[in-house]
């Protein structure tokens, strides 16, 4: 039988369990016990890393629950390979013999793992739940939750804020401009939304990324999903209904700048580090775009917008479409969505919009987010009975088909690229049209078939598992490059996602090991969701929990909050910088407590200045969210 990469790689890091009384093959050596420390369901294949100075396979292992009752022994695995000069060894530890409801830590040797636990798939529910809660953290305008950071409302002059042009910027890589603002009209109420990351702008190309996952966890989420989670995306889709001015056929993408200009007559976002309810009353001297936010529009009025923009801002109103309970307000969802969604610019396309500037978010490919609209539209139109839902299901095939024709074969699923998503939901839009008797008569040329995105969704893995099969933690995300724990989360979605259409279990374990990876089962031993697990990131890059929080990793935090994890080292030469005088500064200020474990090129720095590793970012716990929920759905608990 034919295996795939992925399950080709499970057999080579399995290693027996330890007969009672068997001598051990291996002198232990000093070293680091690696867990995933959110933990498995019984049914998962569980491992765990033993990185040492010196080989040790063979070295004797056992598991313990609270109690400190040894409940399994095993011995190491084979040497999986180097993770740096440090640490050049690293050997699995398999420990999925343990079934056993329950809590428990691993010995081997004087190495202790943190405590991971073995329950039903519901357990991963639990760190959804807190990315819930940080979506609550991270809201602008009057509908705050307190929380525990301890929110007040905030940005209420976005309710009438202005409107200007596209500022000059001082270079291609630079948020500094040139000159001044110049308004070309307003007001308008752009109040509400989410904050974008650790600072305070607001981003339509970001939330309708943000929204869609999240409206897509609702949809796919069952009994279990928190109930929070309906009105944080409704929450989210009313500030992107503001962003979209039907009437004029305007589209707005940016709420404030995030540095000043050049000539030092006035300061962004990212010059001051302060809680979001100061700006609205902030008199001082050259802030007067941090106490009235200036807005910026993807085109002017009534002309074609950016098709990345059009494609996935429609996939947030028809993916709410789909779960309205009211079927009238589901067909007024739907109507926004079909004119966002006509409105894209598909001809001549140039540079992208998604930012001022450009270089915050980088985006290049944008036929997947019209597959992707185009697959939420018809699925909204085929539980509506709306008869376009054949049209919608065309132009979703053909831009499937570009898609794969142009742009397949360089990324997974994450901010820049939806596919995935869009893959899956086509699919499933396709079998409906098939078993309604509704489908197209023919599809236009270019256009796709089940077999062909099963097969891309299929490639979209192994772009992972080949990564995984050459790396000591089974690691399928690039270490120094920006997004590698977001990346690790979508490739563990889209392992649930492509099983879900084709029935293939294949690459089930892989994606077991990219959450591993995000929990603790890293070289860096973190996980990279504040909050979940026993070491979590502690002091991230994050002003409201800089300021209203803790530093030391206890509460109040920015629960549930999701950093990038490690990036490149090179990204790092220059130092972490200095303090705001408003910084908390973290606990052994200057003392890079991980820097041992730097290696293949990446580093991993948990420190309020490291906006490299540890700021929090929307589109990272949105991902999170939904390749939790999948999992939390996972029939093989």
Not at 133 to 142: K, L
Not at 151 to 163: C, E, F, G, I, K
Not at 575 to 590: A, K, R, V
Request: proline residues 6%.
């Amino acid at each position: 039988m034919r295996r795939t990469l992925a399950s080709a790689a499970l057999l080579t890091v399995l290693s027996p369990l330890l007969p009672a009384g068997a001598p051990a093959t291996a002198d232990p050596s000093p070293g680091l016990v690696r867990v995933d420390q959110v933990g498995f369901t019984p049914a998962e294949p569980k491992q765990a890393y033993l990185m040492t100075t010196g080989p040790a396979a063979g070295t004797p292992f056992t598991v313990v629950d609270r109690r400190g009752r040894e409940v399994l022994r095993g011995r190491t695995g084979a040497d999986l390979g180097a993770w740096n000069l440090r640490y050049p060894h690293v050997h699995a530890i398999d420990v999925s013999g343990l079934r056993a409801p329950g809590s428990y830590r691993i010995r081997a040797g004087a190495a202790v793992s943190p405590e991971f636990t073995v329950a039903p798939a519901p357990l991963f529910a639990v760190p959804a739940a807190k990315v819930v809660t940080f979506f609550g953290s991270q809201r602008d305008g009057a509908d705050v939750i307190a929380g525990e950071l301890r929110r007040r409302p905030s940005h209420l002059n976005d309710r009438a804020a202005q409107v200007y042009d596209w500022p000059a910027f001082t270079g291609p890589d630079t948020d500094q401009i040139r000159g001044e603002l110049t308004r070309v009209g307003g007001p308008v109420d752009v109040e509400g939304g989410w904050f974008d990351a650790g600072d305070y702008l607001k981003f339509t190309h970001i939330l309708a990324y943000v929204d869609t996952l999240l409206w897509a966890s609702w949809r796919d989420g069952g009994r279990l999903t928190d109930p929070r989670l309906r009105a944080e995306a409704a929450h989210g889709l009313k500030w992107l209904d503001k962003m979209w001015d039907e009437k004029s056929k305007t589209l707005y993408i940016q709420v404030g700048i995030g540095a000043g200009n050049a000539e030092g007559t006035f300061a962004g976002d990212h010059d001051l580090w302060r809680l979001p309810e100061a700006d609205d009353h902030d008199a001082a001297e050259g802030h007067r775009f941090i106490r009235n936010r200036p807005v910026f529009r993807a085109a002017p009025p009534g002309e074609p917008i950016s098709p990345n923009l059009a494609g996935r801002t429609a996939a947030a109103f028809a993916l709410a479409a789909q779960v309205e309970p009211d079927r009238r307000r589901a067909r007024a969802l739907l109507e926004q969505a079909a004119s966002v969604y006509a409105m894209a610019a598909t001809e001549n396309v140039g540079r992208l919009v998604t930012s001022l500037p450009w270089a915050f978010y980088p985006e290049s490919v944008w036929r997947d987010d019209m597959e992707l609209g185009g697959a939420e539209l018809a699925l909204a139109a085929q539980r509506l009975g709306d008869p376009r839902a054949g049209r919608w299901l065309r132009q979703a095939a053909h831009w499937a088909g570009q898609y794969l024709k142009h742009d397949a074969g360089g990324d997974t699923l994450n901010l820049y690229d939806v596919s995935a998503l869009g893959h899956t939901d086509l699919v499933r839009a396709l079998r409906a049209a098939r078993a309604s008797g509704t489908s197209p008569w023919a599809l236009p040329g270019g256009s796709v078939d089940e077999a062909r995105l099963l097969g891309d969704l299929k490639a979209q893995l192994e772009i992972g598992a080949r990564r995984a099969a050459g790396d000591p933690f089974r690691a399928g995300a690039l270490y120094d490059g920006f997004d590698a724990v977001p990346h690790a989360f979508g490739l563990a979605a889209t392992s649930r996602l492509y099983r879900s259409v084709s029935g293939d279990r294949s690459y089930d374990a892989f994606g077991t090991w990219q959450r591993n990876w995000i929990f603790g089962a890293n070289a860096w031993g973190v996980s990279f969701m504040v909050g979940a697990g026993e070491n979590s990131e502690r002091c991230p890059h994050h002003q409201i929990a800089n300021l209203n929080g803790r530093v030391d990793g206890r509460r109040p935090l920015a629960t549930g909050a999701v950093v990038n994890g490690p990036n490149d080292e090179s990204l790092f030469s220059g130092g972490l910088g200095g303090h705001f005088e408003e910084m908390n500064p973290c606990p052994g200020d200057g003392v890079d407590r991980y820097e041992e474990f730097t290696g293949r090129g990446s580093r991993y720095v948990d420190d309020v200045r490291s906006w490299q590793a540890s700021e929090p970012a929307d589109d990272f716990a949105a991902i999170a969210l939904y390749a939790l929920t999948l999992m939390s759905r996972d029939p093989l608990s």
